[in-house]
């Protein structure tokens, strides 16, 4: 392998990210490579790798879960990611960076919260300096819960990468593209799309566009599941072919002084190595990062009278020990017809037992008239009762008793 800064494989070009080529499915099994014959045949761990690489493997669950629930990727890789340096706290410590809320006296509200959207920083500020937290419950000492956050930054990450090994990142853009190095591959992700990178995977993220800002679920407990959809039937809400997983590409340049940042018990940690992380030339398994363009979401919506729930909107989820009861979900309000009659068309006045945190990725929220901006965001906590404001209730009971409304141009999440 030569010394060349150059990316090879998976279309984009020499670093580009243009007509990037993935793989469609949602949990499959993947194998991909970048130079012919990368891929060792009949097993996983040869004496001696095609090429000369390293195998790596890295697994996301137990060894010994069931196989239905077992996620491991198998790497080949020009360096192994152990040979770096110590890894030392980041200093100084991030000061907006939040993931242990198990203390003995967290910050707690039943309070209705609002945020206005979070300016871009003026200062140079890559993704990881601009993280900041909104909210969260659990620890990732004890695998269990979630967190969310924010970001907001006007430059891309130079000379570093970011690994978390306390959960997985759901990323949701709300402002300007992101194009993502992973070690699996390379991923152009725009607003209306997420992606999720799972705990442990190193990446970088660029921002083709200048300032970029977004919201984050970063979950404790596990890996995000498509939904079940019960009397829905195998059709409808996220199709699992819609689900794109990078190809192989890999950068085999030297690197003097590279950073990897390392989120560790909700601290930061940091490390240097002399080469790319993003140095992986084939690999294959079923645990990798992928994205989802929401508008080709599929809702199932009410016909006649009444709203269904919001977790028909769900787009994935992150279950809990208890059957049907989530850690977290993801669910969407896009554009859409509404037809019920002789019905109260905002969401429903409403207490609820799990929280609901919302942000807006474009368009304007039906359920508030004014003041819910794109990149801003609420919470309600549990039991905490919430519904339209005034405005929109007064408008909305003298609309017509039967009447069908587009809802569009419209990106909201909770």
């Known amino acids: 392998m030569g010394s060349n800064d150059t990316w090879l494989g998976c279309g984009g070009g020499e670093g580009g990210f243009e007509n990037l080529e993935y793989l469609s499915g949602f949990g499959n099994e993947f194998s991909s490579e970048a130079l012919p014959g990368a891929l060792p045949v009949g097993q996983n761990n040869p004496l001696l790798c095609p090429y000369g690489l390293y195998a790596e493997q890295v697994s996301g669950t137990a060894f010994t879960v069931p196989w239905k629930s077992n996620q491991r990727s198998w790497l080949y890789r020009i360096k192994p990611s152990v040979t770096h340096e110590p890894f030392y706290p980041q200093l100084p410590e991030h000061e907006f960076l939040v993931s242990d809320f198990s203390g003995s006296e967290p910050r707690v509200t039943p309070t209705q919260l609002r945020w206005s959207p979070k300016d871009i920083p003026e200062a140079p500020t890559d993704f990881i300096d601009g993280l900041f937290t909104f909210c969260g419950a659990g620890s990732p000492f004890v695998r269990f819960g979630y967190a969310i956050h924010m970001y907001a930054a006007n430059i891309s990450m130079d000379g570093r990468a970011f690994a978390n090994a306390d959960g997985d990142f759901l990323i949701v853009p709300q402002q300007g593209r992101l194009w993502i190095k992973t070690e699996f591959g390379k991923l152009e992700v725009s607003p209306g799309e997420i992606v999720v990178l799972q705990q442990g ?103 006649l009278f009444d709203h269904a729930d919001p977790s028909i909107n769900t787009v994935l989820t992150l279950p809990s020990e208890k059957p049907g009861v989530a850690v977290v979900d993801l669910a969407i309000f896009t554009s859409r017809w509404l037809t019920a009659e002789h019905t109260f068309r905002p969401p429903y006045f409403h207490r609820n037992c799990m929280s609901e945190f919302m942000g807006l990725v474009y368009g304007v929220y039906e359920g508030k008239s004014e003041g819910f901006l794109p990149g801003g965001a609420s919470l309600h906590a549990c039991m905490t009762p919430h519904g339209v404001d005034t405005a929109t209730y007064e408008t909305s009971k003298h609309s017509s008793r039967y009447s069908m409304v587009m809802v569009h141009d419209k990106m909201m999440r909770m």
């Not at 809400?237 to 085999?252: E, G, I, S, V």
């Not at 003097?256 to 690999?283: E, M, Y």
């Open 201 to 303: 995977f190193r990446f970088a993220i660029n921002l083709p566009d200048g300032p970029s800002r977004g919201y984050i679920v970063e979950a404790f407990s596990g890996h995000f599941q498509l939904p079940e959809r019960g009397p829905i039937g195998a059709n409808c809400l996220a199709a699992p072919r819609d689900f794109l997983t990078p190809k192989a590409c890999f950068d085999d340049s030297l690197h003097p002084n590279f950073i990897i940042i390392q989120k560790f018990g909700g601290q930061l940690f940091q490390a240097t190595q002399d080469f790319s992380p993003f140095n992986v030339v084939a690999w294959h398994g079923n645990y990798a990062p992928y994205k989802y363009d929401l508008r080709k979401f599929c809702p199932v919506n009410t016909v």
